[in-house]
């Protein structure tokens, strides 16, 4: 009975570490909602948020933390992406088709597949009318 305390004692000491060394960091529900009631989440702590296949179409997310973030199949269609930090992010089959993405980090980001055509791009050059998958 005793080990079965100190087991317990454990598990809960684990749990409250994991919660705390998360506080402050990462995804925020109240940025979520309000991405999905707005369109417009400037600046918000998106970071792993799984937004995918949800409409975007001009959402201003400027200098917003999508680093990780699942937006496969989502409509970003003239969304407002610039200073957005879209690290590691899934476009996979996204909708990018006239989308700002000017100064944004798309280190490891999967594009595979996404619409681009008209968007502009991180250095400022607007990709070709049939770009998929990547800017041309």
Do not use: P, Q
């Not at 792993?48 to 496969?72: Q, V, Y």
């Amino acid at each position: 009975m005793a080990e079965k305390g100190v087991w317990l004692r454990g598990m809960v000491l684990c749990v409250a570490m994991l919660i705390a060394a998360g506080a402050g960091h990462g995804l925020d529900g109240n940025d979520v909602l309000k991405l999905k009631t707005t369109k417009r989440c400037r600046s918000c702590d998106l970071a792993a948020a799984d937004l995918a296949g949800i409409d975007l179409r001009s959402a201003d997310l400027t200098g917003a933390n999508l680093a990780g973030a699942n937006l496969s199949g989502a409509n970003l269609a003239g969304a407002y992406l610039v200073h957005a930090d879209l690290s590691g992010a899934n476009l996979a089959g996204a909708d990018l088709t006239g989308a700002r993405l000017v100064d944004a980090t798309l280190v490891g980001a999967s594009f595979a597949n996404a619409k681009l055509g008209a968007a502009v791009w991180t250095d400022g050059r607007t990709c070709a009318s049939a770009s998929l998958g990547t800017c041309k």
